[in-house]
Protein backbone atom coordinates (compact mmCIF):
# COMPACT_ATOMS: atom_id res chain seq x y z
CA UNK A 1 0.00 0.00 0.00
CA UNK A 2 1.31 3.22 -0.87
CA UNK A 3 1.46 5.61 2.00
CA UNK A 4 -0.41 9.20 1.74
CA UNK A 5 0.84 10.20 4.80
CA UNK A 6 3.55 13.07 3.57
CA UNK A 7 0.37 14.13 1.56
CA UNK A 8 -1.69 14.42 4.42
CA UNK A 9 -0.61 17.92 5.40
CA UNK A 10 -1.77 19.49 1.99
CA UNK A 11 -4.70 17.22 1.98
CA UNK A 12 -5.44 19.19 5.09
CA UNK A 13 -4.83 22.53 4.21
CA UNK A 14 -7.02 22.35 0.55
CA UNK A 15 -9.77 20.79 2.98
CA UNK A 16 -9.64 23.43 5.09
CA UNK A 17 -10.02 25.77 1.97
CA UNK A 18 -13.27 24.11 1.33
CA UNK A 19 -14.91 24.54 4.16
CA UNK A 20 -13.93 28.47 4.04
CA UNK A 21 -15.18 28.10 0.26
CA UNK A 22 -18.38 26.38 1.91
CA UNK A 23 -19.21 28.76 4.46
CA UNK A 24 -18.75 31.71 2.24
CA UNK A 25 -21.63 30.41 -0.06
CA UNK A 26 -23.76 29.92 3.23
CA UNK A 27 -25.25 33.58 2.54
CA UNK A 28 -26.87 35.50 0.05
CA UNK A 29 -29.78 33.18 -0.12
CA UNK A 30 -27.90 30.19 1.89
CA UNK A 31 -26.73 26.49 1.02
CA UNK A 32 -27.12 23.16 2.45
CA UNK A 33 -23.87 23.74 4.62
CA UNK A 34 -24.19 20.56 6.93
CA UNK A 35 -24.05 18.28 4.40
CA UNK A 36 -21.62 19.81 2.78
CA UNK A 37 -19.18 20.14 5.63
CA UNK A 38 -19.79 15.94 5.93
CA UNK A 39 -18.37 15.67 2.72
CA UNK A 40 -15.72 17.78 2.67
CA UNK A 41 -13.01 15.24 3.77
CA UNK A 42 -14.49 12.59 1.24
CA UNK A 43 -14.54 14.75 -2.02
CA UNK A 44 -11.05 16.26 -1.47
CA UNK A 45 -9.96 13.25 -0.62
CA UNK A 46 -11.28 11.72 -3.87
CA UNK A 47 -9.98 14.25 -6.07
CA UNK A 48 -6.90 14.55 -5.05
CA UNK A 49 -5.61 11.50 -4.15
CA UNK A 50 -7.67 8.18 -5.88
CA UNK A 51 -9.33 9.43 -8.98
CA UNK A 52 -7.97 9.92 -12.32
CA UNK A 53 -9.95 13.38 -13.02
CA UNK A 54 -8.29 16.66 -14.46
CA UNK A 55 -8.92 19.60 -15.67
CA UNK A 56 -7.01 17.66 -19.07
CA UNK A 57 -9.06 14.94 -18.94
CA UNK A 58 -12.64 15.71 -18.67
CA UNK A 59 -13.65 14.65 -22.38
CA UNK A 60 -11.39 11.61 -22.09
CA UNK A 61 -13.88 8.05 -21.86
CA UNK A 62 -10.63 7.17 -19.79
CA UNK A 63 -11.01 9.39 -17.17
CA UNK A 64 -12.49 8.10 -14.00
CA UNK A 65 -16.23 9.03 -12.59
CA UNK A 66 -17.94 10.67 -9.97
CA UNK A 67 -21.56 10.44 -9.49
CA UNK A 68 -22.85 13.36 -6.44
CA UNK A 69 -25.78 11.56 -5.43
CA UNK A 70 -27.15 13.47 -2.32
CA UNK A 71 -26.27 16.47 -4.56
CA UNK A 72 -27.44 19.37 -2.06
CA UNK A 73 -23.39 18.79 -0.72
CA UNK A 74 -22.42 20.38 -4.25
CA UNK A 75 -20.97 23.67 -2.44
CA UNK A 76 -17.85 20.93 -0.95
CA UNK A 77 -17.52 19.64 -4.89
CA UNK A 78 -17.32 23.01 -6.32
CA UNK A 79 -15.38 24.05 -3.28
CA UNK A 80 -12.76 21.47 -4.12
CA UNK A 81 -13.22 21.87 -8.12
CA UNK A 82 -12.03 25.55 -7.05
CA UNK A 83 -9.07 24.69 -5.22
CA UNK A 84 -7.98 21.82 -7.66
CA UNK A 85 -8.11 24.53 -10.78
CA UNK A 86 -11.27 23.00 -12.32
CA UNK A 87 -13.32 25.85 -11.57
CA UNK A 88 -12.30 29.44 -11.30
CA UNK A 89 -12.51 31.05 -7.79
CA UNK A 90 -14.01 33.79 -8.74
CA UNK A 91 -17.09 32.44 -9.97
CA UNK A 92 -17.85 30.81 -5.89
CA UNK A 93 -19.22 34.38 -5.69
CA UNK A 94 -21.71 33.80 -8.43
CA UNK A 95 -23.84 31.36 -5.89
CA UNK A 96 -27.35 32.30 -6.64
CA UNK A 97 -26.97 34.85 -9.73
CA UNK A 98 -28.74 34.40 -12.94
CA UNK A 99 -25.50 35.39 -14.82
CA UNK A 100 -23.75 32.03 -13.80
CA UNK A 101 -24.88 28.12 -13.05
CA UNK A 102 -23.94 27.39 -9.72
CA UNK A 103 -27.12 27.04 -7.32
CA UNK A 104 -28.52 24.54 -4.60
CA UNK A 105 -27.71 21.73 -6.83
CA UNK A 106 -25.59 20.08 -9.55
CA UNK A 107 -25.55 20.76 -12.80
CA UNK A 108 -23.40 20.17 -16.10
CA UNK A 109 -22.57 23.48 -17.16
CA UNK A 110 -19.89 23.01 -14.52
CA UNK A 111 -16.88 21.23 -15.88
CA UNK A 112 -16.09 17.98 -14.12
CA UNK A 113 -19.59 17.30 -13.13
CA UNK A 114 -21.03 14.53 -14.26
CA UNK A 115 -24.34 14.59 -14.14
CA UNK A 116 -27.08 17.02 -12.72
CA UNK A 117 -28.71 15.45 -8.90
CA UNK A 118 -30.95 16.90 -6.31
CA UNK A 119 -33.89 14.04 -6.37
CA UNK A 120 -31.98 11.46 -4.31
CA UNK A 121 -31.64 8.33 -5.35
CA UNK A 122 -31.05 8.54 -9.19
CA UNK A 123 -27.74 8.69 -9.77
CA UNK A 124 -26.63 5.13 -7.78
CA UNK A 125 -28.59 3.62 -11.38
CA UNK A 126 -26.93 6.49 -13.62
CA UNK A 127 -23.59 5.27 -12.56
CA UNK A 128 -24.78 1.44 -12.79
CA UNK A 129 -25.24 2.31 -16.29
CA UNK A 130 -21.63 3.98 -16.50
CA UNK A 131 -19.48 1.44 -14.86
CA UNK A 132 -21.58 -1.84 -16.87
CA UNK A 133 -20.34 0.54 -20.39
CA UNK A 134 -17.03 0.08 -19.16
CA UNK A 135 -16.88 -3.62 -18.62
CA UNK A 136 -18.12 -4.34 -22.15
CA UNK A 137 -15.55 -2.13 -23.34
CA UNK A 138 -12.91 -3.84 -21.12
CA UNK A 139 -11.68 0.06 -19.66
CA UNK A 140 -9.97 0.55 -16.60
CA UNK A 141 -12.30 3.59 -15.12
CA UNK A 142 -13.01 3.90 -11.66
CA UNK A 143 -16.57 4.38 -10.67
CA UNK A 144 -17.67 6.31 -7.47
CA UNK A 145 -20.99 7.16 -6.31
CA UNK A 146 -21.56 9.65 -3.00
CA UNK A 147 -25.08 8.66 -1.60
CA UNK A 148 -26.19 10.56 1.55
CA UNK A 149 -27.11 8.18 4.24
CA UNK A 150 -31.17 9.42 4.30
CA UNK A 151 -31.35 9.05 0.77
CA UNK A 152 -30.48 5.56 1.61
CA UNK A 153 -34.41 5.39 2.81
CA UNK A 154 -34.72 5.96 -1.68
CA UNK A 155 -35.66 2.58 -2.80
CA UNK A 156 -34.01 2.91 -5.87
CA UNK A 157 -30.80 2.86 -4.02
CA UNK A 158 -31.46 -1.02 -2.84
CA UNK A 159 -32.53 -1.64 -6.59
CA UNK A 160 -29.13 -0.13 -7.65
CA UNK A 161 -27.62 -2.45 -4.87
CA UNK A 162 -29.06 -5.54 -6.29
CA UNK A 163 -28.32 -4.67 -9.86
CA UNK A 164 -25.00 -3.97 -9.49
CA UNK A 165 -24.66 -7.29 -7.59
CA UNK A 166 -26.32 -9.07 -10.51
CA UNK A 167 -23.95 -7.16 -12.68
CA UNK A 168 -20.91 -8.30 -10.62
CA UNK A 169 -19.67 -4.28 -10.89
CA UNK A 170 -16.42 -4.63 -9.13
CA UNK A 171 -15.28 -1.23 -10.88
CA UNK A 172 -18.52 0.68 -8.95
CA UNK A 173 -18.35 2.12 -5.90
CA UNK A 174 -21.10 3.49 -3.49
CA UNK A 175 -19.52 5.91 -0.81
CA UNK A 176 -21.82 6.51 1.68
CA UNK A 177 -21.39 10.05 3.38
CA UNK A 178 -22.43 8.43 6.98
CA UNK A 179 -23.57 11.72 8.63
CA UNK A 180 -26.47 10.32 10.69
CA UNK A 181 -28.76 12.66 9.78
CA UNK A 182 -31.40 13.51 7.34
CA UNK A 183 -32.93 16.74 6.41
CA UNK A 184 -34.87 17.14 9.86
CA UNK A 185 -33.37 14.78 12.41
CA UNK A 186 -31.46 11.36 13.05
CA UNK A 187 -31.61 9.06 10.73
CA UNK A 188 -31.87 6.33 13.66
CA UNK A 189 -34.56 8.47 14.74
CA UNK A 190 -36.78 8.48 11.62
CA UNK A 191 -36.06 5.42 9.39
CA UNK A 192 -33.27 3.71 11.23
CA UNK A 193 -30.46 2.51 8.48
CA UNK A 194 -28.23 -0.12 10.61
CA UNK A 195 -26.80 -2.10 11.20
CA UNK A 196 -25.77 -0.57 7.49
CA UNK A 197 -22.51 -2.69 7.03
CA UNK A 198 -24.56 -5.83 7.12
CA UNK A 199 -27.43 -4.48 5.14
CA UNK A 200 -24.30 -4.07 2.35
CA UNK A 201 -23.27 -7.53 2.69
CA UNK A 202 -26.50 -9.04 2.85
CA UNK A 203 -27.17 -7.33 -0.53
CA UNK A 204 -23.56 -8.78 -1.64
CA UNK A 205 -21.31 -6.25 -1.44
CA UNK A 206 -17.72 -5.88 0.19
CA UNK A 207 -17.90 -3.21 2.25
CA UNK A 208 -15.38 -1.20 4.46
CA UNK A 209 -16.65 1.12 7.57
CA UNK A 210 -14.19 4.27 7.72
CA UNK A 211 -13.78 7.33 9.68
CA UNK A 212 -14.27 9.84 6.49
CA UNK A 213 -12.89 12.55 8.15
CA UNK A 214 -9.50 10.78 8.46
CA UNK A 215 -7.14 10.98 5.25
CA UNK A 216 -5.03 8.25 6.25
CA UNK A 217 -8.23 6.10 6.84
CA UNK A 218 -9.79 7.23 3.73
CA UNK A 219 -6.62 6.42 2.04
CA UNK A 220 -6.12 2.70 3.13
CA UNK A 221 -10.02 1.90 2.32
CA UNK A 222 -9.49 3.20 -1.21
CA UNK A 223 -6.12 1.45 -1.97
CA UNK A 224 -7.33 -1.76 -1.49
CA UNK A 225 -9.68 -1.45 -4.49
CA UNK A 226 -10.88 -3.12 -6.12
CA UNK A 227 -12.16 -4.61 -2.89
CA UNK A 228 -13.44 -8.39 -3.74
CA UNK A 229 -13.46 -9.59 -7.77
CA UNK A 230 -17.05 -9.31 -8.85
CA UNK A 231 -18.27 -7.48 -6.17
CA UNK A 232 -19.59 -3.78 -5.52
CA UNK A 233 -17.95 -2.22 -3.07
CA UNK A 234 -19.43 -0.14 -0.59
CA UNK A 235 -17.70 2.38 1.67
CA UNK A 236 -19.27 3.77 4.54
CA UNK A 237 -17.94 6.91 5.84
CA UNK A 238 -18.86 8.07 9.47
CA UNK A 239 -18.57 11.35 9.35
CA UNK A 240 -20.38 14.86 11.22
CA UNK A 241 -22.97 17.24 9.66
CA UNK A 242 -21.54 20.06 9.98
CA UNK A 243 -18.03 19.07 10.57
CA UNK A 244 -15.43 21.72 11.76
CA UNK A 245 -17.76 24.05 12.58
CA UNK A 246 -18.58 23.03 16.26
CA UNK A 247 -21.41 25.53 16.87
CA UNK A 248 -23.23 23.34 14.18
CA UNK A 249 -22.32 20.33 13.95
CA UNK A 250 -24.39 17.60 14.89
CA UNK A 251 -26.94 19.80 15.23
CA UNK A 252 -30.38 19.12 13.26
CA UNK A 253 -31.37 22.32 12.80
CA UNK A 254 -28.80 23.41 11.12
CA UNK A 255 -29.87 21.68 8.07
CA UNK A 256 -30.05 24.43 5.38
CA UNK A 257 -28.39 27.72 6.33
CA UNK A 258 -28.70 31.48 5.41
CA UNK A 259 -26.50 32.80 7.85
CA UNK A 260 -25.89 36.86 7.62
CA UNK A 261 -22.40 38.50 7.02
CA UNK A 262 -21.25 38.49 10.88
CA UNK A 263 -22.07 35.09 11.07
CA UNK A 264 -20.10 33.88 8.51
CA UNK A 265 -17.25 36.07 9.40
CA UNK A 266 -17.61 34.31 12.86
CA UNK A 267 -17.81 31.19 11.31
CA UNK A 268 -14.58 31.70 9.59
CA UNK A 269 -12.88 32.15 12.95
CA UNK A 270 -14.46 29.23 14.41
CA UNK A 271 -13.08 27.25 11.75
CA UNK A 272 -9.49 28.45 12.64
CA UNK A 273 -10.52 27.13 15.75
CA UNK A 274 -11.42 30.53 17.09
CA UNK A 275 -14.72 31.40 19.54
CA UNK A 276 -17.82 29.73 18.97
CA UNK A 277 -20.24 31.72 17.39
CA UNK A 278 -23.64 32.81 18.20
CA UNK A 279 -25.97 32.36 15.62
CA UNK A 280 -29.18 33.67 15.83
CA UNK A 281 -29.94 33.26 11.99
CA UNK A 282 -32.98 31.94 11.51
CA UNK A 283 -33.22 28.06 11.56
CA UNK A 284 -34.95 26.16 8.29
CA UNK A 285 -35.04 22.99 8.65
CA UNK A 286 -37.16 21.84 5.67
CA UNK A 287 -36.42 19.73 2.89
CA UNK B 1 -55.34 31.10 9.78
CA UNK B 2 -52.80 29.19 8.75
CA UNK B 3 -52.37 26.04 6.41
CA UNK B 4 -50.97 24.29 9.26
CA UNK B 5 -53.27 25.23 11.59
CA UNK B 6 -56.32 24.87 9.83
CA UNK B 7 -54.99 21.20 9.50
CA UNK B 8 -54.66 21.23 13.04
CA UNK B 9 -58.05 22.00 13.73
CA UNK B 10 -59.65 19.87 11.35
CA UNK B 11 -57.45 16.63 11.82
CA UNK B 12 -58.26 17.10 15.49
CA UNK B 13 -62.22 17.40 15.28
CA UNK B 14 -61.85 14.47 12.87
CA UNK B 15 -59.85 11.35 13.28
CA UNK B 16 -60.56 10.33 9.81
CA UNK B 17 -57.63 12.51 8.96
CA UNK B 18 -53.88 11.23 8.48
CA UNK B 19 -50.72 13.70 8.39
CA UNK B 20 -48.39 12.33 6.57
CA UNK B 21 -45.07 13.35 5.05
CA UNK B 22 -42.03 12.13 3.06
CA UNK B 23 -39.74 13.73 5.43
CA UNK B 24 -41.01 17.20 4.31
CA UNK B 25 -42.03 19.12 7.54
CA UNK B 26 -41.85 22.48 6.83
CA UNK B 27 -45.38 22.90 6.56
CA UNK B 28 -45.90 20.69 9.47
CA UNK B 29 -43.65 21.49 11.95
CA UNK B 30 -45.94 21.59 14.76
CA UNK B 31 -48.08 18.70 14.12
CA UNK B 32 -46.10 15.82 15.22
CA UNK B 33 -46.61 16.23 19.10
CA UNK B 34 -50.05 17.29 18.68
CA UNK B 35 -51.76 14.26 16.21
CA UNK B 36 -49.66 11.33 18.30
CA UNK B 37 -49.82 8.63 15.90
CA UNK B 38 -52.01 10.20 13.63
CA UNK B 39 -48.55 11.90 12.24
CA UNK B 40 -46.63 9.44 10.17
CA UNK B 41 -43.44 10.48 8.79
CA UNK B 42 -42.55 7.94 5.86
CA UNK B 43 -38.86 9.09 5.45
CA UNK B 44 -37.58 10.46 2.19
CA UNK B 45 -39.67 7.49 0.65
CA UNK B 46 -42.36 9.05 -1.96
CA UNK B 47 -43.81 6.07 -3.62
CA UNK B 48 -44.11 4.12 -0.63
CA UNK B 49 -46.22 7.21 1.40
CA UNK B 50 -48.75 7.35 -1.35
CA UNK B 51 -49.20 3.30 -1.66
CA UNK B 52 -49.36 3.89 2.36
CA UNK B 53 -52.47 6.23 1.99
CA UNK B 54 -53.71 4.87 -0.18
CA UNK B 55 -54.20 1.79 2.27
CA UNK B 56 -55.19 4.41 4.77
CA UNK B 57 -57.52 5.51 2.47
CA UNK B 58 -58.66 2.04 1.70
CA UNK B 59 -60.06 2.02 5.71
CA UNK B 60 -61.88 4.97 5.80
CA UNK B 61 -59.44 7.69 6.62
CA UNK B 62 -58.23 11.31 4.65
CA UNK B 63 -54.40 11.15 4.08
CA UNK B 64 -53.24 14.57 3.55
CA UNK B 65 -49.86 14.06 2.21
CA UNK B 66 -46.94 16.46 1.95
CA UNK B 67 -43.77 16.07 -0.06
CA UNK B 68 -41.90 18.48 -2.71
CA UNK B 69 -44.25 18.88 -5.54
CA UNK B 70 -41.95 17.67 -8.15
CA UNK B 71 -41.27 14.13 -6.20
CA UNK B 72 -44.97 14.10 -5.44
CA UNK B 73 -46.12 14.32 -8.52
CA UNK B 74 -42.83 12.99 -10.80
CA UNK B 75 -41.16 10.36 -8.52
CA UNK B 76 -44.81 9.19 -7.07
CA UNK B 77 -46.61 9.17 -10.46
CA UNK B 78 -47.47 5.83 -11.17
CA UNK B 79 -48.38 5.31 -7.64
CA UNK B 80 -50.74 8.33 -7.25
CA UNK B 81 -52.51 6.97 -10.82
CA UNK B 82 -52.52 3.60 -9.92
CA UNK B 83 -53.15 3.66 -6.50
CA UNK B 84 -55.15 6.93 -5.63
CA UNK B 85 -56.71 7.38 -8.71
CA UNK B 86 -57.89 3.70 -10.35
CA UNK B 87 -59.72 2.98 -6.73
CA UNK B 88 -60.63 6.91 -6.60
CA UNK B 89 -59.62 7.26 -3.06
CA UNK B 90 -59.40 10.72 -0.89
CA UNK B 91 -55.43 10.91 -1.02
CA UNK B 92 -54.96 14.75 -0.64
CA UNK B 93 -51.75 15.45 -2.17
CA UNK B 94 -50.19 18.64 -0.66
CA UNK B 95 -47.54 19.91 -2.89
CA UNK B 96 -44.77 22.08 -1.51
CA UNK B 97 -42.95 24.77 -3.73
CA UNK B 98 -44.54 23.99 -6.85
CA UNK B 99 -43.17 26.23 -9.92
CA UNK B 100 -41.20 28.97 -9.25
CA UNK B 101 -41.21 28.54 -5.55
CA UNK B 102 -38.45 25.90 -5.85
CA UNK B 103 -36.36 29.18 -6.85
CA UNK B 104 -32.66 28.11 -6.30
CA UNK B 105 -33.03 24.45 -6.29
CA UNK B 106 -32.42 23.80 -10.21
CA UNK B 107 -34.94 21.73 -12.48
CA UNK B 108 -34.43 18.50 -10.59
CA UNK B 109 -36.81 20.60 -8.32
CA UNK B 110 -38.72 22.18 -10.75
CA UNK B 111 -42.58 21.24 -10.62
CA UNK B 112 -43.62 23.20 -13.60
CA UNK B 113 -45.69 19.87 -15.54
CA UNK B 114 -47.88 19.35 -12.23
CA UNK B 115 -50.97 20.86 -13.32
CA UNK B 116 -50.45 18.17 -16.92
CA UNK B 117 -49.54 15.43 -14.77
CA UNK B 118 -52.21 15.54 -12.35
CA UNK B 119 -55.63 16.64 -14.19
CA UNK B 120 -54.23 13.25 -16.85
CA UNK B 121 -55.41 11.37 -14.05
CA UNK B 122 -59.27 10.12 -14.17
CA UNK B 123 -60.92 11.37 -10.87
CA UNK B 124 -58.13 13.51 -9.97
CA UNK B 125 -58.68 17.05 -8.72
CA UNK B 126 -56.67 20.02 -9.09
CA UNK B 127 -56.55 22.92 -7.06
CA UNK B 128 -53.67 26.22 -7.66
CA UNK B 129 -54.39 29.08 -4.52
CA UNK B 130 -53.52 32.38 -5.13
CA UNK B 131 -52.30 32.96 -1.84
CA UNK B 132 -52.59 31.55 2.03
CA UNK B 133 -56.09 32.68 2.68
CA UNK B 134 -57.24 31.20 -1.06
CA UNK B 135 -55.63 28.05 0.14
CA UNK B 136 -57.41 27.95 3.55
CA UNK B 137 -60.69 29.01 1.73
CA UNK B 138 -60.40 26.69 -0.51
CA UNK B 139 -59.10 23.43 1.56
CA UNK B 140 -61.86 22.40 3.85
CA UNK B 141 -64.23 21.25 0.52
CA UNK B 142 -61.11 19.89 -1.29
CA UNK B 143 -60.63 18.04 2.00
CA UNK B 144 -64.26 16.48 2.07
CA UNK B 145 -64.47 15.56 -1.43
CA UNK B 146 -64.46 11.94 -1.97
CA UNK B 147 -61.72 12.30 -4.89
CA UNK B 148 -58.14 12.24 -4.74
CA UNK B 149 -57.11 15.86 -5.21
CA UNK B 150 -53.84 17.70 -5.68
CA UNK B 151 -53.35 20.86 -4.10
CA UNK B 152 -50.37 22.97 -5.24
CA UNK B 153 -49.14 24.79 -2.54
CA UNK B 154 -48.58 28.41 -1.80
CA UNK B 155 -48.33 29.50 1.25
CA UNK B 156 -47.39 33.21 0.66
CA UNK B 157 -49.57 36.23 2.09
CA UNK B 158 -51.32 38.75 -0.44
CA UNK B 159 -53.64 42.23 1.25
CA UNK B 160 -55.67 40.69 -1.10
CA UNK B 161 -59.41 39.24 0.36
CA UNK B 162 -60.72 36.09 -1.73
CA UNK B 163 -64.06 35.72 -2.08
CA UNK B 164 -65.79 32.09 -0.61
CA UNK B 165 -64.74 29.30 -2.52
CA UNK B 166 -67.64 27.57 -4.96
CA UNK B 167 -66.90 23.96 -6.22
CA UNK B 168 -65.80 24.56 -9.74
CA UNK B 169 -65.84 28.34 -10.01
CA UNK B 170 -63.09 30.78 -10.66
CA UNK B 171 -62.88 34.25 -8.92
CA UNK B 172 -63.86 36.83 -11.18
CA UNK B 173 -61.59 39.57 -9.46
CA UNK B 174 -62.28 42.58 -12.50
CA UNK B 175 -64.25 42.26 -15.56
CA UNK B 176 -62.14 43.93 -18.54
CA UNK B 177 -63.19 44.52 -22.61
CA UNK B 178 -59.60 44.77 -23.61
CA UNK B 179 -57.79 42.29 -21.82
CA UNK B 180 -58.80 39.57 -19.16
CA UNK B 181 -55.78 37.86 -17.39
CA UNK B 182 -56.49 34.30 -16.82
CA UNK B 183 -53.89 32.51 -13.85
CA UNK B 184 -53.50 30.37 -10.84
CA UNK B 185 -51.35 30.13 -7.86
CA UNK B 186 -48.46 32.36 -7.24
CA UNK B 187 -47.99 34.95 -10.48
CA UNK B 188 -51.28 36.02 -9.03
CA UNK B 189 -49.17 39.03 -6.94
CA UNK B 190 -47.93 39.66 -10.39
CA UNK B 191 -51.44 39.66 -12.39
CA UNK B 192 -52.71 42.31 -9.43
CA UNK B 193 -49.65 44.78 -10.36
CA UNK B 194 -50.01 43.74 -14.57
CA UNK B 195 -53.88 44.91 -13.70
CA UNK B 196 -52.62 48.25 -12.01
CA UNK B 197 -50.24 49.15 -14.79
CA UNK B 198 -52.41 48.81 -17.88
CA UNK B 199 -55.35 49.96 -15.98
CA UNK B 200 -53.20 53.38 -15.68
CA UNK B 201 -52.60 53.07 -19.37
CA UNK B 202 -56.02 53.34 -20.29
CA UNK B 203 -57.07 50.12 -20.76
CA UNK B 204 -60.46 48.18 -19.46
CA UNK B 205 -59.01 45.13 -17.89
CA UNK B 206 -60.22 41.93 -16.57
CA UNK B 207 -58.41 39.41 -14.18
CA UNK B 208 -60.01 36.00 -13.02
CA UNK B 209 -58.54 33.60 -10.43
CA UNK B 210 -59.02 30.56 -11.64
CA UNK B 211 -58.58 28.67 -8.10
CA UNK B 212 -59.73 25.03 -9.20
CA UNK B 213 -58.09 23.84 -12.54
CA UNK B 214 -60.08 20.55 -12.57
CA UNK B 215 -62.57 20.64 -12.55
CA UNK B 216 -62.35 23.91 -14.43
CA UNK B 217 -64.64 27.21 -14.65
CA UNK B 218 -65.22 26.47 -18.38
CA UNK B 219 -68.23 29.93 -18.26
CA UNK B 220 -65.55 31.84 -16.88
CA UNK B 221 -63.05 31.03 -19.40
CA UNK B 222 -65.51 31.40 -22.53
CA UNK B 223 -67.16 35.03 -20.82
CA UNK B 224 -63.61 36.17 -20.70
CA UNK B 225 -62.36 35.01 -23.84
CA UNK B 226 -65.90 36.30 -25.67
CA UNK B 227 -65.64 39.74 -23.97
CA UNK B 228 -62.17 40.80 -24.36
CA UNK B 229 -60.06 41.45 -27.53
CA UNK B 230 -57.15 39.40 -25.73
CA UNK B 231 -56.77 36.98 -23.13
CA UNK B 232 -53.88 36.43 -21.33
CA UNK B 233 -52.83 33.25 -19.68
CA UNK B 234 -50.13 33.47 -16.65
CA UNK B 235 -48.53 30.56 -15.07
CA UNK B 236 -45.76 29.39 -13.63
CA UNK B 237 -45.84 25.77 -15.40
CA UNK B 238 -44.94 24.38 -18.76
CA UNK B 239 -46.74 25.89 -22.10
CA UNK B 240 -47.71 22.55 -22.12
CA UNK B 241 -50.65 21.04 -20.86
CA UNK B 242 -51.44 23.81 -17.73
CA UNK B 243 -53.80 26.82 -18.42
CA UNK B 244 -52.96 27.56 -22.12
CA UNK B 245 -53.94 24.45 -22.99
CA UNK B 246 -56.91 24.26 -20.98
CA UNK B 247 -58.16 27.27 -22.65
CA UNK B 248 -57.15 25.66 -25.65
CA UNK B 249 -59.87 22.74 -24.94
CA UNK B 250 -62.39 24.65 -23.52
CA UNK B 251 -62.85 26.88 -26.98
CA UNK B 252 -62.37 23.95 -28.92
CA UNK B 253 -64.78 22.15 -27.03
CA UNK B 254 -67.47 25.44 -27.45
CA UNK B 255 -66.40 25.72 -31.15
CA UNK B 256 -65.21 29.49 -30.48
CA UNK B 257 -61.85 31.50 -30.88
CA UNK B 258 -59.99 33.67 -29.05
CA UNK B 259 -56.99 35.75 -28.89
CA UNK B 260 -55.08 34.36 -26.46
CA UNK B 261 -51.21 35.54 -25.50
CA UNK B 262 -49.86 32.87 -23.23
CA UNK B 263 -46.97 33.58 -20.38
CA UNK B 264 -45.52 30.11 -19.60
CA UNK B 265 -42.29 28.34 -20.11
CA UNK B 266 -42.16 27.31 -23.31
CA UNK B 267 -39.70 23.79 -24.02
CA UNK B 268 -37.31 24.70 -21.21
CA UNK B 269 -36.75 24.75 -17.21
CA UNK B 270 -35.89 28.22 -16.04
CA UNK B 271 -33.01 29.66 -14.13
CA UNK B 272 -32.67 28.90 -10.82
CA UNK B 273 -32.14 31.95 -8.01
CA UNK B 274 -33.70 33.41 -5.69
CA UNK B 275 -37.42 33.97 -6.49
CA UNK B 276 -37.10 37.61 -7.35
CA UNK B 277 -34.16 37.10 -9.54
CA UNK B 278 -36.02 34.29 -10.94
CA UNK B 279 -39.14 36.48 -11.98
CA UNK B 280 -36.82 39.13 -13.44
CA UNK B 281 -34.89 36.93 -15.65
CA UNK B 282 -37.87 34.88 -16.88
CA UNK B 283 -39.96 38.10 -17.24
CA UNK B 284 -42.34 37.25 -15.07
CA UNK B 285 -42.41 40.58 -13.10
CA UNK B 286 -46.06 42.29 -13.49
CA UNK B 287 -44.34 45.14 -15.07
CA UNK B 288 -42.68 43.01 -17.51
CA UNK B 289 -45.40 40.93 -18.13
CA UNK B 290 -47.78 44.61 -18.61
CA UNK B 291 -44.86 45.54 -20.83
CA UNK B 292 -44.92 42.75 -23.07
CA UNK B 293 -48.95 43.05 -23.33
CA UNK B 294 -48.50 46.39 -24.30
CA UNK B 295 -45.76 46.50 -26.87
CA UNK B 296 -43.92 49.35 -24.67
CA UNK B 297 -42.41 50.28 -21.95
CA UNK B 298 -44.02 52.35 -19.20
CA UNK B 299 -42.94 54.41 -16.30
CA UNK B 300 -44.58 51.71 -13.70
CA UNK B 301 -42.44 50.93 -10.84
CA UNK B 302 -41.99 47.32 -10.08
CA UNK B 303 -42.95 46.48 -6.52
CA UNK B 304 -40.62 44.62 -4.00
CA UNK B 305 -41.25 41.06 -4.49
CA UNK B 306 -40.89 38.85 -1.05
CA UNK B 307 -38.54 36.31 -0.63
CA UNK B 308 -40.32 32.74 0.38
CA UNK B 309 -40.17 32.19 4.02
CA UNK B 310 -38.80 28.49 3.17
CA UNK B 311 -35.60 28.30 0.55
CA UNK B 312 -35.80 24.45 0.50
Not at chain 1, 1 to 15: C, K, N, R, Y
Not at chain 1, 144 to 155: Q, S, T, V
Not at chain 1, 249 to 267: H, Y
Not at chain 2, 256 to 273: C, D, G, Q
Given at each position: ??????????????????????????????????????????I??LY???L?I???NLDSP?RDYLFLS?G??V??L???F????L???????????????????PNTHIPGIEFHS????HLP?VAIGVA?DI??????NKVICI?????????????????????????L??????????????????????????????????????????????????????????????????????????????????????????????????????????????????? | ????????????????????????????????????????????????????????????????????????????????????????????????????????????????????????????????????????????????????????????????????????????????????????????????????????????????????????????????????????????????????????????????????????????????????????????????????????????????????????
Amino acid sequence: MQSVTTHIPGLEATALKVREHIIKMSTGGGCFVGASLSAADLIVYLYSEFLNINKNNLDSPDRDYLFLSKGHDVPALYGTFAELGLLEKSRLKNHLSTADHIYWHPNTHIPGIEFHSGSLGHLPSVAIGVAMDIKIRGGKNKVICIIGDGELNEGTCWEAVLVANAYKLDNLIFVIDRNQFQANMATEDLIPLEPLHDKFTAFGAAVKRINGHSFEALHKAFSAYPFQEGKLNVVIADTVRGKGLPSIERRADRWFCNFNAQEVEDLLKELHGETITQLTSETLVVR
Amino acid sequence: MSYEELLTQTALSDDRFIVMTAENRALVRNIPGKLGNRFIDTGITEQTMIGAAAGLALRGRIPVVHALASFLTMRAFEFVRTDAGIPNLPVKLSSFIPGFLSDGNGPTHQAVEDIALMRGIPNMTVFAPADEQDLVEMLPQIWNCPNPSYIRINTRKTDYQHSPFEWGKAEVISKGTDVTILTYGLLFEQALIVKEILKNEGLSVGLVNLRSLKPVDEQAILTATQSSNLTVTLEDHFLTGGLYSIVAEVLLKHSVTAKVLPFALNEKWFKPSLLPNVLQHEGFTGKQIAEKILGYTTRSVQPEISIPQFSE
